[in-house]
């Protein structure tokens, strides 16, 4: 197989594990289920007791409909770009998708969240959630470094070097 073509098959890889795991996601988090309410709850009292309450409640800032609609166009841009062959919407893409799941990373490790979540059974999920979510950041970081030159053009000054 070519590089090009072992390029092409990677980035295609990449890109549905992150639709995937971002679309998947959407019902949860648009029917406001129990899952998604004690993630989102959890998260709503932690900053509460911090002095922004309702920053993850259903109407706030970073509610699970902000989120979940971040994911959408994550999504959507990651699909649209690698099917239209627009390489600079792929990488947005990509580059959306690594700040929205910066933030759910970033929420697991230094809240009490937690790595492992809460199941509406009572059990834990092993940290699956988290793992999916590293997966995500890795998925994604890769995308922006194999479009990584395609994204630097856009850049309206380039930094001379040396």
Known sequence: MSNQRTRTVALWVLTLYIAFVFIQSLFFKFTNSPETQ???????????????PGLFAPNGIFSQYVVGSAELIASTALLAGAFLKKPWVHGAGALLSIGVISGAIFFHLFTPLGVQV???????????????ACGVWMAAGAIVWLRRADLLALVPFQIQRG
Do not use: V
């Open 38 to 52: 004690y993630i989102f709850g959890t998260l709503n009292a932690w900053a509460g007791g911090l002095g922004f």
């Open 118 to 132: 809460l199941n509406t059974d009572g059990t834990l999920d092993g940290g699956e959630l988290f793992a999916l």
